[in-house]
Structure formats: C-alpha cells, structure tokens
C-alpha cells in the first residue's frame, strides 16, 4: 500500500500582542491563520494568568500570557506546529495626590511641598509641565513666573505593576498684589438714586476689599469689605470723600489705590 505524503502547514499569528495588559483591563482578541487555510485553534498555556473563550483573551492575575495557536491537518495537510505568542499582564495602579495645593501662591513664597500615593505603593515621582512657572525638584515646588503651575506626577511600574496614568495637579501662581489701577467712580442713576458704580482692573486671583471715608481720610483697619468691579456702592454724605480699594491675595494685601470724589 502506497502511503500518503501530506502537505506541510505554518501558523502565523495576525494579531499584535497588547503592550500594556493590565489584570480585569480591556480584553484582547487573538487572531491567527494557517498557510493550508484550514481553521486555527487557540487556547490559554497560562490559564491563571489569561483565559481564552473563542478568541477573546481576558486578563485575571499578573504574570506572562502565553496564546497557544494549533491546526491539527486533514487528509491533505500535516498537523502545523503549534506556535506560541506571549506578553506581560500587569496589575493596574492609580496615584492620588495627597497633598492640598496651594490656593495663593505668589512668586517669593516659600516652596510648596507636593505629596502623592499610588495603589500599587511604589513610589511616585514629581515633574513640572509648566518650567517656565515653577520647577520641581524632588518634591519641592519653586515658583519662577507668574500663570498657572501644573504638577505631573507618575509612576513607571515594575515586573507586577503597569505604569500608572500620569496625575496633575494645578494650581495659580501670582506676584506679590499692588495697588488695582484705573480706579473710576460715576453716578448711575440707573441703579437707584444716590448710586454709584466704581471699576478698576481686576488682575488673575486677587480678591478686593473697599472702604469709602469722608473728605480725604485714610482707611481705617477694621473699615475694608469685600468687593469686585464693577462696584455698586452708596456715598457716605455729600461732600467730598474718598474711595479706598486694595487687593489681597492670601494673606497678602497690596497698598490701597484712591480715589476722590464729590457726589
């Protein structure tokens, strides 16, 4: 009887291995083809690491994922042989900022000390996105220019851990406040008798305090309430007197711009 030469079979798989596979994370599906054109099958070698249903491989504990790719033949085709394909699966890790920042940060103050955590207990590690408003070192902040500062944090990860996302935290930083400029004041009856409207130029995270004192007397320590422009206020009597305007930032108050005025 004369025997049978089968014809020789290859397994390729077409689909990429994940790069970054991460435990209960997105699922990969496998997908590999013969040369004989004959139907593959695949199946999990690390069934604690990865199970495979169909061609959808799915993530359950950290370690090296290995897909196992076979096609058994026919009567015309040998068995192919089997051909592996095999990748990390990492746990997932988040960081969170444990620090508060800073909710007045002016150039001259003193560093701002950031702090973070990641869930994988790694160590994190600080750089700034905005050296030109403040650098990093370690974990000490520095402010350099005035605009908003933003802190990255992150956390490369390691044999078991998946580099985390990286987390920001921003923040304004501002100069030391001055006096506001273009202080104006006018009657708007619109607003109701008696009524006037002071405006000046608001400057990026200062906040405003006011105080109106007869003739050209100066501001007393207790007199200054919130305000913002434009600013609707009463005038105290007729005659001459004065509007008093600082900006603070923090504990930081600017030198009060004035103004006088004859309702």
């Given at each position: ?21 991460t ?19 695949l ?220 309702p």
């Open positions: 009887m004369q025997s049978v030469v089968k014809s020789s079979q290859t397994i390729t798989f077409t689909s990429t291995a994940p790069g970054s596979a435990v209960a994370g997105p699922a990969y599906t496998a997908t590999a083809t013969a040369t004989s054109g004959l139907p593959v099958t199946s999990s070698d690390t069934p604690t690491v990865c199970t495979l249903s169909g061609s959808t491989v799915t993530f359950v504990a950290a370690g090296t994922c290995t897909i196992a790719a076979d096609q058994p033949g026919n009567t015309t085709y040998a068995a192919a042989v089997r051909v592996m394909q095999s990748f990390g699966v990492f746990k997932a890790q988040t960081i969170t900022f444990t620090s508060t920042a800073p909710a007045s940060a002016m150039l001259g103050d003193p560093p701002y000390v950031v702090g973070a955590s990641a869930t994988s207990g790694l160590a994190v590690t600080f750089t700034s996105s905005t050296p030109s408003v403040c650098t990093v070192t370690g974990a000490s902040v520095s402010y350099v220019a005035a605009g908003t500062c933003t802190v990255g944090a992150d956390q490369a990860g390691n044999a078991t851990w998946a580099a985390a996302p990286t987390a920001t935290q921003s923040f304004l930083v501002t100069t030391r406040p001055t006096a506001p400029t273009a202080l104006a004041a006018n009657a708007t009856p619109s607003a109701g008798a008696g009524t006037w409207t002071a405006t000046w130029t608001a400057e990026p995270g200062y906040t405003y305090e006011c105080q109106l004192t007869n003739g050209t007397s100066p501001p007393s320590a207790s007199g200054w309430s919130a305000c913002a422009p434009p600013y609707g206020f009463t005038p105290v009597k007729n005659g001459n007197q004065t509007l008093w305007v600082r900006a603070v930032r923090g504990s930081a108050v600017s030198a009060p711009a004035s103004l006088s005025f004859q």
